[in-house]
C-alpha cells in the first residue's frame, strides 16, 4: 500500500519521528508471522506509547484512508497480526506499563504490550496469580491475548482471557476512546464492551490497557502425567477427574508420535518410557494440598498403562515439558498448516482417528499431529509436509469434518486470515451478519485490520 509523505508526516506528530521505522530491514521483522506461513509487507511501523497517541494514529489512517494491523508480540497462528495486503502495523511493544497493581482486591492494569510473563511476575509479587498461561508467556501480550481471548493451559479452572478482563481503555476504529479500568466485579450497565473486544481480533480498535482480575495463588501443586492405550480411555479419564479433583487446572494430551518427536528435536529422555499411545499431562493444586486426592482418584481410573507424579516445582516442569514444548518441536519439522478446534467430548476420539485418515487421503506425505486441551475438547490439529496446492483440500478434509461434527474452527486462536473462508459455514450467515454490522458500527471505515476475521463479500 502507497502512503504519503504527509500521512508519515501525520504519524511522526503523533508519536515522534523515531518511532515511526520505515526503514526497509528494519520493518521486514514485523510483516512474517511466528509460523512462517503468512509472509507480508508494510509501509511503516508506528509505535505508541498510550491511548493519545493511538487515538491521533487512528485519526490520521481514517483521514489518509489508510488501513492498520495491531501487532502485539506476533505468536498469533492464524495469520491476524501481519500485513498481508500491504497494511500500516500498529506495534504496541512500547505499551508495557503494569500500575495499579491492588493486592486486597487482586487486580491490575496492563498495557496492551505487557507480556504474559510480566503479568504473571507482577500478579505473584503482589500475592496472586493471573489466571492464565501458554507456553508462548514470554512473548504474547495482553493486547493480543485479549484480542484472540486466549485460552492456554488453566481454562477448565480460570476460563479463558474473557473471564479475566474487568475492563479496557481502547480506541474504535471510529477514534471514539472507550475507558473502564475501576475494577468493577459487577457492572450491568449495558453492553459489554471489553467482553466485544474479546475474539475481535483487532478488527474493531486498539487495546491500550486492561484492568485484569487475578486469582488465589495455589498452594500445593501436583501433576501427573498418564499413559493409556487409546483416546477413548483418555477421555473417559478426563471425565473421571473433573468430576472428582476439586482443584483440577490442566488435563491436556498429548499422542505418541508428538512425544518422539519432542524427545527427539530436544534430545530429552521420556518420562514415560515406553511412550504410551496417549498421554495425560494433569495438574491439581490445593489449599488443601491435593496430592493424595489426586492419587485415589488416579487409581481408579480405567486402563492407565503407566503414571508419574511430581510435587515439586523440577520434577513438575519436567512432566509438562512433553506437552510445553509440541508447537516448538513441530515448526522445526516444517511450516504446519495449523488447526485448533473443538469437537463435543463424545465425538472426541471419532474426531482424531477420522482427521489423520482423511488428511492422509489428500496427500500420503504429509504428517499430522495431535495435541491439546482434551478437558476443553480442544485439539490441535498440526500438519506438516503439505504443498500449496494441498492446503485447501487438506482445510476442508479437517474443517468440514470439524463443522458437520457440530464443533468450533477456532477453539482459542481466532479466525485470522486463515480461517476467515469458514466463518460462515461454522456459526451460520445470521450471526456473520451481525458481527458485519457490529464491525460497521465500529469500524466504519474499515481501517483496522480489515484482511482478518469476516468473511470476503
Ligand atoms: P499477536 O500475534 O501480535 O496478535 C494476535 C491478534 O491480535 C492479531 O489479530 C492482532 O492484530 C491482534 N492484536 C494484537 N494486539 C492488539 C491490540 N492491542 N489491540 C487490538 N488487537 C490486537 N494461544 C492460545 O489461546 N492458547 C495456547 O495455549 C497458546 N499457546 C501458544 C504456544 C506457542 C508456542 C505459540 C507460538 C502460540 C501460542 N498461542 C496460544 C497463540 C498466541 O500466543 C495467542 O494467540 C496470543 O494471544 C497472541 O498474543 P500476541 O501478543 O502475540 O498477539
Ligand atoms: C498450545 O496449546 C497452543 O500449545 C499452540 O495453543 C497449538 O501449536 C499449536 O497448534
Ligand atoms: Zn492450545
Redesign the pocket.
Known amino acids: 500500500m502507497d502512503v504519503s509523505v504527509r500521512f508519515l508526516d501525520d504519524l511522526r506528530d503523533a508519536v515522534g519521528p523515531q518511532h515511526v521505522l520505515t526503514d526497509a530491514d528494519v520493518v521486514a521483522g514485523y510483516t512474517s508471522d511466528?509460523t512462517g506461513r503468512f509472509v507480508g509487507s508494510t509501509p511503516g511501523v508506528v509505535r505508541p506509547s498510550n491511548v493519545v497517541e493511538v487515538a491521533a494514529i487512528i485519526e490520521a489512517c481514517r483521514r489518509a484512508d489508510v488501513a492498520l494491523?495491531?501487532?502485539?508480540?506476533?505468536?498469533?497462528?492464524v495469520g491476524?497480526?501481519v500485513p498481508l495486503a500491504g497494511e500500516l502495523v500498529l506495534s504496541?511493544e512500547r505499551m508495557t506499563a503494569i500500575t495499579d497493581v491492588d493486592a486486597d482486591s487482586g487486580q491490575l492494569t496492563a498495557g496492551?504490550g505487557a507480556t504474559l510473563a510480566a503479568v504473571q511476575t507482577a500478579a505473584t509479587e503482589a500475592g496472586w496469580r493471573y489466571g492464565v498461561d501458554?507456553?508462548?508467556r514470554d512473548?504474547?501480550?495482553v493486547?493480543?491475548?485479549?484480542?484472540?481471548n486466549?485460552?492456554?493451559?488453566r481454562v477448565i479452572r480460570h476460563g479463558s482471557t474473557r473471564r479475566q478482563v474487568l475492563g479496557v481503555e481502547?480506541v474504535t476504529g471510529s477514534g471514539r476512546v472507550i475507558r473502564r479500568l475501576d475494577g468493577l466485579v459487577k457492572d450491568n450497565t449495558g453492553y459489554d464492551l471489553a467482553g466485544l473486544?474479546c475474539g475481535?481480533?483487532?478488527t474493531l480498535?486498539?487495546?491500550?490497557r486492561a484492568r485484569l482480575a487475578l486469582v488465589a495463588p495455589p498452594i500445593g501443586v501436583v501433576t501427573a502425567l498418564l499413559g493409556f492405550a487409546d483416546i477413548e480411555s483418555a477421555v473417559r479419564a478426563g471425565g473421571l477427574l473433573r468430576r472428582s479433583v476439586a482443584g483440577l487446572e490442566a488435563v491436556e494430551m498429548v499422542l505418541a508420535p508428538g512425544a518422539f518427536l519432542v524427545s527427539e528435536v530436544t534430545g530429552s529422555s521420556p518420562v514415560l518410557d515406553p511412550i504410551p499411545p496417549v498421554q495425560l499431562l494433569v495438574e491439581a493444586v490445593g489449599p488443601p494440598d491435593p496430592t493424595d486426592s489426586l492419587s485415589a482418584v488416579i487409581d481408579e481410573v480405567d486402563g492407565v498403562l503407566a503414571v508419574a507424579v511430581a510435587t515439586d516445582a523440577r520434577r513438575s516442569q519436567a512432566l509438562w515439558h512433553v506437552r510445553d514444548a509440541h508447537?516448538?518441536a513441530i515448526a522445526r519439522v516444517g511450516i504446519p498448516l495449523k488447526f485448533d478446534v473443538t469437537l463435543p467430548s463424545r465425538r472426541l476420539a471419532g474426531f482424531c482417528r477420522e482427521v489423520v485418515d482423511a488428511v492422509a487421503e489428500v496427500t500420503s506425505r504429509s504428517q499430522t499431529w495431535l495435541f491439546g486441551h482434551l478437558a476443553d475438547g480442544n485439539v490441535h490439529v498440526n500438519v506438516t509436509g503439505w504443498t500449496t496446492a494441498e492446503a485447501e483440500r487438506i482445510e476442508r478434509a479437517v474443517l468440514a469434518r470439524v463443522a458437520e461434527a457440530g464443533g468450533s474452527i477456532s477453539a482459542?486462536?481466532?479466525i485470522?486470515t486463515a480461517k476467515r473462508a469458514w466463518l460462515t459455514t461454522n456459526r451460520g450467515t445470521p450471526d456473520v451478519e451481525v458481527m458485519a454490522a457490529i464491525k460497521r458500527a465500529l469500524d466504519p471505515d474499515g481501517i483496522c485490520?480489515p484482511g482478518?476475521l469476516l468473511p470476503l463479500d
Not at 494491523?69 to 497462528?77: A, D, E, K, R
Not at 493486547?143 to 484472540?148: D, L, N, Y
Open positions: 511466528w494491523v495491531p501487532q502485539g508480540g506476533n505468536t498469533g497462528l491476524g497480526s504496541t496492551a501458554l507456553a508462548a512473548s504474547a501480550t493486547g493480543g491475548m485479549i484480542a484472540t486466549a485460552g492456554g493451559l481502547a473486544l475481535s481480533e483487532g480498535g486498539i487495546v491500550c508447537t516448538e482459542e486462536h481466532g485470522g485490520n482478518v
